[in-house]
C-alpha cells in the first residue's frame, strides 16, 4: 500500500468522513477565538467556560431522556453563558478576580454536570459527554457545527477591529464609549458557542483543546495578528486531519489523538518556534554576546 492510499482509504467510509468535516469545520471556527482568548490573557477562562458547558447539556440530557442534540446545545448554551455572565456580575460586587470566579463556577460546573448525568444516565452517556465522539457524527451534528463555523468567522470579521482595541487598549475604548463591555460579551458568546459545537464531537473536555493548542503554538511562530490568526487554523486543520487517520490506524480515540497531535505541535515548537522557543533564543543570544 503506498502513501497516498494510506491517507486516502480510511476515508472510504463514511463515518470518518463525517468526523473529519466535523473537525475541520471546528478547526476554522474555534482556532481564531482561541487566539483572541490568548491574546486577552483569558486562556483559561476558556477551559473553564468549556466546563461550565456540561451541567446545561445534562440537564437538557435529563428533560429528553437522550442525547437529544437541540436539547443538549440549547442547555450547554445556556450554561455557558451564565456562568460567564455570573462570574462577571460578582467580580464587580467582590473583591475577587475574575479569573478566580471563573475557576470556582468552573469547579463547581463540572462536578454538578457529572453528578447530573451519573445519576439519571449510564457510564457511557457520561463518558460520550466528557469526551465526545467524532466518529458518531451525524448530518444534525454537522450542520450544527458548520453553522457555529460560519457564525464565528463572520462575526469576526465584523467585531475585529473594536475586539482588538478592546484587548490592547480597554480604557481607551471606555473613554471614547466604544462599548467595550459589548464587544467583551459578544466574544464570550463566540466562546461559548465553540465549545457547545465542540463538545458534540470531542465532548467538554476536549474541545477547548483545538481551540486553544492551535493558538497558544501559533503565539510561538507568528506575532502579527493576522500571522497567529492562519497559523493557528492551519495547525488546528493539520493536526485534526493526523489525528484522525492516526487514530483509525492505531486503534485510539479519535478525539485524545487529535488533541496529542496538537500537543506534540506544541512540544516541537517550545524548541523550534521562531517567536520564541528556546533554540532560536538561544541561537540569538548566543550571537548577541560574540
Known amino acids: 500500500m503506498n502513501l497516498i492510499e494510506l491517507i486516502t482509504d480510511p476515508f472510504a467510509d463514511s463515518f470518518m468522513r463525517y468526523a ?18 490568548v491574546m486577552r490573557r483569558m486562556s483559561l477562562i476558556g477551559d473553564a467556560l468549556g466546563h461550565a458547558v456540561l451541567p446545561g447539556a445534562a440537564a437538557g440530557y435529563m428533560l429528553t431522556g437522550t442525547l437529544s442534540l437541540p436539547a443538549m446545545s440549547i442547555g450547554g448554551f445556556a ?17 475577587l478576580k475574575e479569573d478566580a470566579n471563573f475557576a470556582a463556577f468552573y469547579l463547581a460546573s463540572l462536578a454538578l454536570g457529572v453528578v447530573l448525568v451519573s445519576s439519571h444516565g449510564s457510564n457511557v452517556d457520561l463518558l ?32 475585529y477591529r473594536p475586539l482588538m482595541l478592546e484587548s490592547v487598549d480597554p480604557l481607551f475604548l471606555r473613554a471614547v464609549n466604544g462599548k467595550g463591555g459589548l464587544w467583551h460579551v459578544l466574544f464570550l458568546m463566540l466562546v461559548v458557542l465553540n465549545l457547545v459545537a465542540g463538545f458534540q ?18 503565539r510561538l511562530w507568528a506575532r502579527s ?10 495547525f488546528a486543520l493539520l493536526c485534526s486531519f493526523c489525528g484522525l487517520l492516526f487514530s483509525y490506524y ?13 500537543g506534540g505541535l506544541y512540544a516541537v515548537s517550545l524548541f523550534a518556534g521562531r517567536e520564541g522557543g528556546m533554540l532560536p533564543k538561544w541561537w540569538r543570544g548566543r550571537h548577541k554576546t560574540v
Request: negative net charge.
Open 20 to 37: 473529519l468535516a466535523s473537525v475541520l469545520f471546528l478547526a476554522v471556527g474555534a482556532a481564531p477565538v482561541g487566539v483572541f482568548l
Open 79 to 95: 450554561a455557558g453563558i451564565a456562568m460567564a455572565l455570573l462570574a462577571g456580575l460578582v467580580s464587580r460586587l467582590t473583591n
Open 128 to 159: 460520550h459527554l466528557l469526551f465526545g465522539s467524532v466518529l458518531a457524527v451525524d448530518d444534525a451534528s454537522l450542520l450544527l457545527v458548520w453553522c457555529v463555523s460560519a457564525v464565528s468567522v463572520l462575526t469576526l470579521a465584523v467585531i
Open 201 to 218: 464531537a470531542m465532548g467538554t473536555l476536549m474541545s477547548v483543546g483545538l481551540m486553544m493548542l492551535p493558538a497558544i503554538t501559533a
Open 225 to 234: 495578528m493576522g500571522g497567529l490568526i492562519g497559523l493557528a487554523v492551519l
Open 250 to 262: 492505531v486503534d485510539i480515540p479519535s478525539g485524545p489523538a487529535i488533541i496529542l497531535w496538537l
